[in-house]
């Protein structure tokens, strides 16, 4: 029966295709491809004369019955810009389409721009969060980060460059300053990891280029909290209303982390 092969192609340097890679790519009847053009002219290096038709972000589910179809007589490969297909990149619905039909779906594993930042970072890799590309608008990009914001883990998130200080002054606010590595054009002949902390990359950063993957330090242990003036005036409201200072102090205690004592303190000042 034919086979759906999910093939990792360069992210930069066309060196980085594998032999088995190039194998498929050749021996394949069809290849879906995000961009012909761009795939075109990783074949044309290594002298590969496949059929390509264009799958992507949209003609992703017009084309899906028609390379489907496609799959009932003959294996074709299905491949991204950069990287492997389906992360951040079109692939994910064909890929459940193909199983649920029961069509073999083949990983033919290279490069992947997360895992390379991550690699190279200097930061920790035993666990990491990778939540794509950062939304475009600032409020919502801002509710993506608050998600993550007690994650431990390192967190991968990639960045076009006229977004990038935008992205860098949101994880600012809401994840605060911390250790990054911004990551440009890797594998590529202006490759640079800069590693410092957000501040750091916001000043580095005047004016990006090229492609960015950014790998931000998870959340450093637990932060002590702090007896806050909103925690003091809901207290205040919450005796306005008739609540006793157990009553109270149980209530904020359970919400805020603080210990009873302290809440109770603030309580007697109240009076």
Not at 43 to 71: M, V
Not at 175 to 204: N, Y
């Amino acid at each position: 029966m034919p086979s759906l092969y999910v093939v990792a192609t360069p992210i930069g340097n066309l060196e980085d295709i594998s032999l088995r890679a190039l194998r498929i790519l050749g021996q394949v009847k069809l290849i879906a491809a995000e961009d012909t053009r761009r795939t075109r002219k990783l074949l044309n290096a290594y002298d590969i004369k496949t059929r390509l038709t264009s799958y992507h972000e949209h003609n992703k589910l017009a084309k899906l019955e028609n390379i489907l179809s496609h799959l009932e007589t003959e294996d074709v490969a299905l491949v991204s810009d950069a990287g492997m297909p389906g992360i951040a990149d079109p692939g994910q619905e064909l890929i459940a389409a193909a199983g649920l039909k029961g069509i073999t779906v083949v990983p033919i594993p290279g490069p992947s721009a997360a895992i390379t930042a991550l690699a190279v970072s200097g930061l920790p890799t035993e666990r990491f969060s990778y939540i794509g590309f950062l939304p475009r608008k600032s409020g919502e990009r801002r509710r993506l980060l608050e998600t993550v914001a007690g994650e431990t883990g390192s967190i991968v998130c990639l960045e076009t460059p006229h977004r990038l200080r935008a992205a860098l002054e949101d994880i600012l606010l809401v994840l605060g300053e911390r250790p990054v590595a911004v990551c440009r054009q890797l594998t590529k002949l202006h490759e640079e990891v800069f590693r410092g902390t957000v501040s750091e990359a916001l000043e580095h950063f005047g004016q990006p280029r090229g492609e960015f993957v950014l790998v931000i330090t998870g959340k450093i242990g637990a932060e002590k909290p702090q007896l806050t003036e909103a925690i003091t005036k809901k207290m205040a409201a919450m005796r306005r209303a008739g609540q006793t200072a157990r009553q109270t102090v149980a209530a904020m205690a359970a919400e805020t982390g603080l210990s009873k004592k302290e809440l109770y303190r603030a309580w007697l000042r109240l009076t």
